[in-house]
């Protein structure tokens, strides 16, 4: 067995050109999907505070917007909707008028090669502010399950290509495919978030989509951080239940989760640089303490190399400058 000094691991870094040579992971823009923000109202371009450079839209803005993330090369589009008006079982969601339905219909019309991603959950559309229908002081999960299938279908009419369920909800994969399938949408695909911590990453979102909740918090359907072996469980469980893709969240602090179910499953893989982890960078950032840039793609390509196929993240737009150079 030859060790040192015949073998010297330095060799292959000697210059940029050997160091490419021999790379493992490649951040590829294709693989990357970027979450929009689409709000009410008209000629709304309004910059979300706690995240620098992500913006809400009304749906009359987005065109310019849409054409922009199309030609960088960005794979698909993941759409949140912030409706008007909210109420107890979340009926905005699932209105074909509600913003979603319209974004998704303009983006089509426009831009029809365009993957379209739509996250499917209450959360923003219920004045509980709980991902869905609360019953006797507790989100129900069977009753909130009825209601997620109707809003996939309502999106899937307005032409999405994938509906993301996001609400962590028991069966919710099942109800969808097969609501999904009664109504002749076939090939709309699932990218089921399957194991989605209770994590404080998401406050900066929570502001964007205006979606905390009122009372309480969201640790009875979202998952313990402290679990690994539940990620597998949820992960199993929505395969079986009929996901096409599946999706771990957050990402940065959870890469041993990513890494165990890319070992276990088959399936591709997305993981979701979420927005608590786009604003640290940003505000390091901001204060000349970090290297944008390089702490970014540092961030994303050991997610990737974790073992995402997949990446989400608030910094699409960018990275898709800066992988073009
Ligand atoms: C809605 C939803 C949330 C995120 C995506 N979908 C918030 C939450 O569950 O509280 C978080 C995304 C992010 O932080 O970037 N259920």
Redesign the pocket.
């Given at each position: 067995m030859a060790g040192f000094p015949q073998v010297r691991l330095r060799r292959l870094r000697q210059n940029v050109a050997l160091r490419r040579m021999i790379s493992e992971t490649k951040l590829d823009i294709r693989n990357i999907i970027y979450?929009l923000f689409v709000t009410y109202g008209e000629g709304v371009k309004q910059e979300i505070d706690a995240m620098p450079g992500i913006f809400r839209f009304s749906v009359d803005k987005l065109s310019g917007e849409v054409s922009e993330i199309a030609e960088l090369g960005i794979g698909a589009i993941l759409l949140?909707g912030l409706p008007p008006t909210k109420d107890e079982i979340g009926s905005s969601a699932f209105d074909p008028q509600g913003i979603v339905q319209q974004a998704v219909r303009g983006i089509k019309s426009t831009i029809p090669e365009l993957v379209v991603i739509t996250?499917v959950?209450?959360?923003?559309y219920t004045t509980s502010g709980h991902?869905g229908v609360v019953l006797n002081g507790e989100v129900d999960n069977d009753k909130t399950v009825e209601i997620l299938a109707k809003v996939a279908i309502s999106h899937a009419e307005a032409g999405a290509d994938v509906v993301a369920p996001?609400?962590?909800m028991d069966g919710r994969v099942k109800a969808i495919r097969e609501r999904l399938d009664d109504s002749g949408y076939q090939n709309v695909a699932i990218m089921s978030?399957s194991a989605?911590y209770?994590?404080s990453?998401?406050?900066?979102?929570?502001e964007?989509?205006n979606?905390?909740?009122q009372l309480g918090d969201?640790r009875g359907y979202?998952m313990n951080p402290a679990n690994i072996r539940e990620a597998l469980r949820e992960v199993e469980q929505d395969i079986a239940e009929g996901a096409d893709i599946v999706m771990v969240?957050?990402a940065l602090a959870y890469l041993d989760v990513i890494s165990r179910v890319r070992a276990t499953f088959n399936h591709p893989l997305a993981a979701?640089?979420?927005?608590?982890?786009?604003s640290m960078v940003k505000a390091a950032a901001r204060n000349g303490w970090l290297d944008e840039r390089e702490v970014t793609l540092e961030i994303l390509t050991a997610i990737k190399r974790a073992g995402a196929d997949i990446i989400?993240t608030?910094h699409a737009k960018e990275v898709a400058e800066w992988l073009s150079k």
């Open positions: 979450p949140f996250d959950c209450l959360c923003e991902c996001s609400d962590m978030y989605k209770a994590s990453f998401y406050g900066p979102f929570r964007a989509a979606c905390s909740p969201r979202q969240k957050p979701y640089n979420v927005s608590g982890e786009y989400i608030y």
